[in-house]
């Protein structure tokens, strides 16, 4: 039997969310049976990391929330023990050209976190700076397509960057897994067309960087509640090759509203009950 083990969530620590009581987000976890419940908030990002003002204060809480957060999920830890595990997580960023920013995050904070989701949002734009790859397909044309020239460079430079972020995860001395592999596919259906060939490529060259960095995948179903996308972020071929390899395979529901806790769970179960 699969540990029931919802492992990417938010809070209200995050401005593009809910502010919703965490209470409201762990009885609903609770209610569904789920015996594990990881909060992975985003933390802070490097000051002017993104150049619209407007869209960084919603990508991440300010510098001086962060031990705020960690008391706050440390308390429903102690809060919850007995009924339900919870662990104190986050998800970091893979920040090409600052990674000494989420490793002083680390040192820091390392001791007391259980579980890590690292995830690509970022890719550089025409000027170097940082764009997400998953705020809306508008800005996704013109701020990443418009730069890249075609879905195929970008994609290559997304997937580029995804293995970076293994061989930098694998150096965590906590849990870990990767966020959201193909979080590029959000807003598939509203942009020129990504070749599955490429995704099958890519994928397959990760499988063996997984498994000798030790690095998990998050298993993580957002992506069936994004009209433009309508599946989870990781293909079952892949998440069924990284069961045969070994490789920690945790569900996600990167719930950033009570509600959303445990979507897509029965999806998950499914695939874990054929035959690694
Ligand atoms: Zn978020
Ligand atoms: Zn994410």
């Not at 309508?230 to 293909?235: D, H, N, Q, S, W």
């Not at 990167?254 to 897509?264: C, I, S, T």
């Given at each position: 039997m699969v540990l029931k083990w919802d492992g990417h969530t938010h809070t209200r620590?995050?401005?593009?969310?809910s502010d919703a009581a965490e209470e409201l987000y762990i009885d609903r976890a609770i209610e569904l049976g789920f015996q594990r419940y990881t909060i992975s908030e985003h933390p802070p990002l490097p000051?002017?990391?993104?150049?619209d003002p407007a869209l960084f204060r919603e990508l991440a809480m300010p510098p001086e929330e962060l031990p705020l957060y960690m008391e706050y999920a440390k308390a429903m830890k102690r809060k919850y023990e007995g009924q339900i595990e919870i662990t104190v997580g986050l998800e970091l960023d893979y920040l090409p050209g600052q990674l000494d920013f989420t490793k002083q995050i680390v040192d820091q904070w390392g001791h007391e976190l259980e579980d890590i989701v690292y995830s690509v949002h970022y890719l550089p734009g025409a000027d170097g700076g940082a764009r997400c790859v998953d705020f809306t397909a508008d800005y996704f044309r013109e701020q990443i397509l418009s730069c890249y020239g075609t879905m195929e460079k970008a994609v290559d430079t997304y997937y580029d960057h995804v293995e970076s972020a293994i061989v930098f995860a694998s150096a965590l001395p906590m849990r870990k897994r990767i966020g959201h592999?193909?979080?590029?596919?959000?807003f598939a259906d509203a942009l020129p067309p990504i070749g599955e060939g490429q995704i099958r490529r890519r994928l397959e060259r990760i499988i063996p960087l997984l498994a000798q960095g030790k690095v998990g995948i998050d298993?993580?179903?957002?992506?069936?509640?994004v009209a433009t996308c309508?599946?989870?972020?990781?293909?079952e071929w892949f998440l069924a090759a990284c069961r045969e390899q070994g490789i920690e395979t945790v569900y996600g529901s990167?719930?950033?509203?009570?509600?959303?806790?445990?979507?897509?769970w029965e999806w998950f179960e499914e695939q874990m009950r054929k035959k690694a």
């Open positions: 620590f995050c401005y593009h969310g000051a002017g990391l993104v150049d592999i193909n979080l590029i596919e959000k298993v993580n179903t957002a992506g069936l509640r309508g599946k989870p972020y990781v293909p990167d719930a950033h509203k009570p509600e959303h806790v445990g979507a897509g």
